[in-house]
């Protein structure tokens, strides 16, 4: 089974500061695909951004960019030029070669005006 | 406009009745999924369909069913056996689930279901 573990329940930053959400996971596959997923007050999940187990490139979209260390099963997420759209509910999740997603149990972001 | 659509957005229900959420998609994805979010926790997955008149249990399928008789429709009943069925209901959809996990998942708007 996959675990997924968001250790920090809670982050701010400044605006236009880059902020870093942690995430780590366990699996015995080794393939597979990760994603960052987030969830405005609006409560509608959005996909931020993806990156697949056999790519030793780290994904990147605008702002957004991973840091993904496969040895270490660590996936995080740095934010850059934090802008006040970006407070939000931030999952961690893995998909498996069966095609279910495990979620983590979020990050909190806060923007600071 | 492709995408996913729950109704009703809010749902009301006493105690011991049974009720059906509805999750429809124009997407023409083969896989469809369910999962709750409840307060401080991740999404958990309660049944997932990789085609047409096929499905599997989540992490958390008791107290509930489901059926997929059309590609586009996937409902999911909440049972009278579901001890806590006050939560957040989220409906996805993805272009494969099985043997290419390479799609992300396409996520409804949720319906809200409290039930007293």
């Known amino acids: 089974a996959q675990t997924v573990t968001q250790s920090q329940p809670e982050m701010s930053v400044q605006e236009a500061e880059t902020v870093t959400l942690s995430c780590t996971y366990d699996?015995?596959?080794?393939?597979?695909?990760l994603f960052w997923y987030k969830q405005p007050p609006s409560r509608q999940m959005i996909l931020v951004i993806r990156?697949?187990?056999?790519?030793?490139q780290n994904a990147t979209e605008n702002r957004f960019s991973v840091n993904f260390q496969k040895a270490a099963k660590s996936f995080s997420l740095k934010i850059s030029d934090s802008q006040l759209g970006d407070a939000a509910m931030y999952f961690c999740?893995?998909?498996?070669?069966?095609?279910?997603?495990?979620f983590g149990t979020g990050t909190r972001l806060t923007i600071i005006p | 406009d492709g995408g996913i659509t729950q109704s009703p957005k809010y749902l009301f229900r006493k105690e011991g009745q049974n009720v059906t959420l509805s999750c429809e998609q124009n997407?023409?994805?083969?896989?469809m999924y369910w999962y709750r979010q409840d307060p401080g926790q991740g999404l958990r997955l309660i049944y997932y369909?990789?085609?047409?008149?096929?499905?599997q249990k989540g992490d958390i399928a008791e107290g509930y069913s489901v059926s997929r008789e059309k590609k586009e429709s996937f409902p999911l009943t909440v049972t009278s056996a579901q001890k806590n069925p006050t939560a957040f209901y989220l409906c996805?959809?993805?272009?494969?689930?099985?043997?290419?996990?390479?799609?992300?998942?396409?996520f409804g708007p949720g319906t809200r279901l409290t039930v007293t």
């Open positions: 997407l023409n994805h083969d896989a």
């Open positions: 990156q697949e187990a056999y790519k030793q």
């Open positions: 369909s990789q085609i047409v008149n096929d499905f």
């Open positions: 699996t015995s596959e080794s393939d597979y695909y």
């Open positions: 999740n893995f998909c498996a070669s069966d095609g279910k997603l495990t």
């Open positions: 996805a959809s993805s272009v494969s689930g099985l043997a290419d996990n390479s799609y992300e998942q396409y």
